[in-house]
Protein backbone atom coordinates (compact mmCIF):
# COMPACT_ATOMS: atom_id res chain seq x y z
CA UNK A 1 0.00 0.00 0.00
CA UNK A 2 1.24 3.36 -0.72
CA UNK A 3 1.64 6.41 1.57
CA UNK A 4 -1.50 7.87 0.38
CA UNK A 5 -3.69 5.33 0.38
CA UNK A 6 -2.68 4.65 4.36
CA UNK A 7 -3.30 8.27 4.48
CA UNK A 8 -6.70 8.10 3.36
CA UNK A 9 -7.75 5.03 5.08
CA UNK A 10 -6.12 6.58 8.51
CA UNK A 11 -8.07 9.12 8.12
CA UNK A 12 -11.59 8.13 7.18
CA UNK A 13 -14.83 7.82 9.14
CA UNK A 14 -14.28 9.47 12.27
CA UNK A 15 -10.93 10.58 12.79
CA UNK A 16 -11.27 12.10 9.08
CA UNK A 17 -13.95 14.33 10.60
CA UNK A 18 -11.97 14.46 14.12
CA UNK A 19 -8.91 16.32 11.58
CA UNK A 20 -11.46 18.51 9.32
CA UNK A 21 -13.22 20.06 12.15
CA UNK A 22 -9.79 20.26 14.48
CA UNK A 23 -8.17 22.00 10.52
CA UNK A 24 -11.51 23.91 10.31
CA UNK A 25 -10.83 25.35 13.98
CA UNK A 26 -7.50 26.58 13.61
CA UNK A 27 -8.65 28.36 10.31
CA UNK A 28 -11.98 29.54 12.03
CA UNK A 29 -9.62 30.96 15.51
CA UNK A 30 -7.08 32.23 13.16
CA UNK A 31 -9.46 34.49 10.63
CA UNK A 32 -11.66 35.36 14.12
CA UNK A 33 -7.71 36.30 15.68
CA UNK A 34 -7.03 38.38 12.77
CA UNK A 35 -10.73 40.01 12.41
CA UNK A 36 -10.32 40.84 16.82
CA UNK A 37 -7.23 42.26 15.99
CA UNK A 38 -8.94 44.67 12.91
CA UNK A 39 -11.61 45.51 15.23
CA UNK A 40 -9.09 46.89 18.18
CA UNK A 41 -6.41 48.11 16.03
CA UNK A 42 -9.92 50.33 15.08
CA UNK A 43 -10.34 51.03 18.70
CA UNK A 44 -6.92 51.79 19.70
CA UNK A 45 -6.55 54.13 16.29
CA UNK A 46 -9.95 55.91 17.69
CA UNK A 47 -8.53 56.45 21.16
CA UNK A 48 -5.58 57.69 19.86
CA UNK A 49 -7.15 60.11 17.92
CA UNK A 50 -9.42 61.24 20.41
CA UNK A 51 -6.29 61.29 23.19
CA UNK A 52 -4.53 63.94 20.72
CA UNK A 53 -7.49 65.65 19.69
CA UNK A 54 -8.15 66.28 23.79
CA UNK A 55 -4.05 67.18 23.90
CA UNK A 56 -4.38 69.53 21.27
CA UNK A 57 -7.48 71.28 22.99
CA UNK A 58 -5.61 71.39 26.30
CA UNK A 59 -2.41 72.93 24.51
CA UNK A 60 -4.61 75.81 22.97
CA UNK A 61 -6.04 76.42 26.12
CA UNK A 62 -2.59 77.09 27.97
CA UNK A 63 -1.15 78.70 25.35
CA UNK A 64 -4.14 81.66 25.61
CA UNK A 65 -3.94 81.03 29.08
CA UNK A 66 -0.43 82.54 28.88
CA UNK A 67 -0.89 84.44 26.13
CA UNK A 68 -3.77 86.67 28.53
CA UNK A 69 -0.89 86.54 31.94
CA UNK A 70 1.68 87.53 29.86
CA UNK A 71 -0.32 90.47 28.45
CA UNK A 72 -1.73 91.04 31.81
CA UNK A 73 2.30 91.30 33.25
CA UNK A 74 2.92 93.60 30.55
CA UNK A 75 0.57 95.87 31.94
CA UNK A 76 1.41 95.85 35.10
CA UNK A 77 5.03 96.49 34.57
CA UNK A 78 4.14 99.57 31.77
CA UNK A 79 1.69 100.90 34.93
CA UNK A 80 4.63 100.47 37.52
CA UNK A 81 7.04 101.88 34.85
CA UNK A 82 4.87 104.70 34.52
CA UNK A 83 4.81 105.12 38.11
CA UNK A 84 8.49 104.78 38.54
CA UNK A 85 9.77 107.48 35.90
CA UNK A 86 6.87 110.01 37.05
CA UNK A 87 8.79 109.65 40.39
CA UNK A 88 12.27 109.28 39.54
CA UNK A 89 11.36 112.24 36.99
CA UNK A 90 10.00 114.36 40.02
CA UNK A 91 13.61 113.52 41.49
CA UNK A 92 15.12 114.23 38.94
CA UNK A 93 13.68 117.81 38.25
CA UNK A 94 13.87 118.50 41.75
CA UNK A 95 17.89 117.70 41.77
CA UNK A 96 17.96 119.64 38.80
CA UNK A 97 16.08 122.97 40.23
CA UNK A 98 18.02 122.78 43.11
CA UNK A 99 21.51 122.63 41.04
CA UNK A 100 20.23 125.69 39.75
CA UNK A 101 19.38 127.37 42.68
CA UNK A 102 22.62 126.66 44.01
CA UNK A 103 24.81 127.77 41.35
CA UNK A 104 22.43 131.09 41.21
CA UNK A 105 23.30 131.76 45.05
CA UNK A 106 27.24 130.77 44.29
CA UNK A 107 27.54 133.13 41.08
CA UNK A 108 25.33 136.30 43.32
CA UNK A 109 22.93 136.03 40.59
CA UNK A 110 20.35 135.05 43.94
CA UNK A 111 20.54 135.44 47.60
CA UNK A 112 18.99 133.54 49.95
CA UNK A 113 17.43 135.33 52.61
CA UNK A 114 16.04 134.50 56.23
CA UNK A 115 13.79 136.10 57.81
CA UNK A 116 15.17 137.41 61.37
CA UNK A 117 14.84 139.86 63.69
CA UNK A 118 17.92 140.06 65.60
CA UNK A 119 17.22 141.32 69.72
CA UNK A 120 19.33 143.74 71.16
CA UNK A 121 20.45 142.07 74.20
CA UNK A 122 22.03 139.43 71.92
CA UNK A 123 23.73 141.60 69.34
CA UNK A 124 26.07 143.23 72.23
CA UNK A 125 24.36 146.63 71.39
CA UNK A 126 23.29 148.77 74.48
CA UNK A 127 19.41 148.97 74.29
CA UNK A 128 18.61 152.48 73.51
CA UNK A 129 14.96 152.36 74.20
CA UNK A 130 12.00 149.66 75.64
CA UNK A 131 11.24 148.50 71.57
CA UNK A 132 14.40 149.25 70.08
CA UNK A 133 15.67 146.91 67.46
CA UNK A 134 19.03 147.08 65.98
CA UNK A 135 19.49 147.21 62.12
CA UNK A 136 20.26 149.00 59.27
CA UNK A 137 17.20 148.04 57.28
CA UNK A 138 19.16 145.52 55.44
CA UNK A 139 17.58 141.57 55.43
CA UNK A 140 19.28 138.60 57.20
CA UNK A 141 21.30 136.57 54.93
CA UNK A 142 22.24 132.84 55.51
CA UNK A 143 25.86 132.20 55.74
CA UNK A 144 27.88 131.27 53.36
CA UNK A 145 29.05 128.22 55.12
CA UNK A 146 25.48 127.32 56.14
CA UNK A 147 24.57 127.18 52.59
CA UNK A 148 25.49 123.30 51.78
CA UNK A 149 23.20 122.10 54.73
CA UNK A 150 20.20 124.50 53.16
CA UNK A 151 20.49 122.56 49.44
CA UNK A 152 21.04 119.43 51.33
CA UNK A 153 18.01 119.59 53.42
CA UNK A 154 15.98 121.10 50.04
CA UNK A 155 17.31 117.63 48.01
CA UNK A 156 16.21 115.52 50.64
CA UNK A 157 12.64 116.93 51.40
CA UNK A 158 12.71 116.95 47.74
CA UNK A 159 13.50 113.33 47.54
CA UNK A 160 11.50 111.85 50.39
CA UNK A 161 8.37 113.85 48.65
CA UNK A 162 9.06 112.33 45.29
CA UNK A 163 9.53 109.01 47.19
CA UNK A 164 6.11 109.21 48.88
CA UNK A 165 4.35 109.86 45.80
CA UNK A 166 5.72 106.87 44.08
CA UNK A 167 4.68 104.68 46.60
CA UNK A 168 0.98 106.46 46.47
CA UNK A 169 0.89 106.27 43.01
CA UNK A 170 2.07 102.57 42.84
CA UNK A 171 -0.63 101.91 46.12
CA UNK A 172 -3.38 102.99 43.41
Given at each position: ??P ?14 A ?15 K ?54 G ?25 A??C ?10 G ?7 G?R???D ?29
Open positions: MNLAKLTGAFGGWKGYAALSAGAIVAGGAAWVQGWRYGAEVAAMKADQSARVAESRRQAREILERRVAEVGQINERNAKAEWAAYGMRNAQVQNDALRADVDAGRQRLHVATSPASSGLPQTAGARVGDAAELPGARSDYFALRAGIQRVTAQLEACQARSR
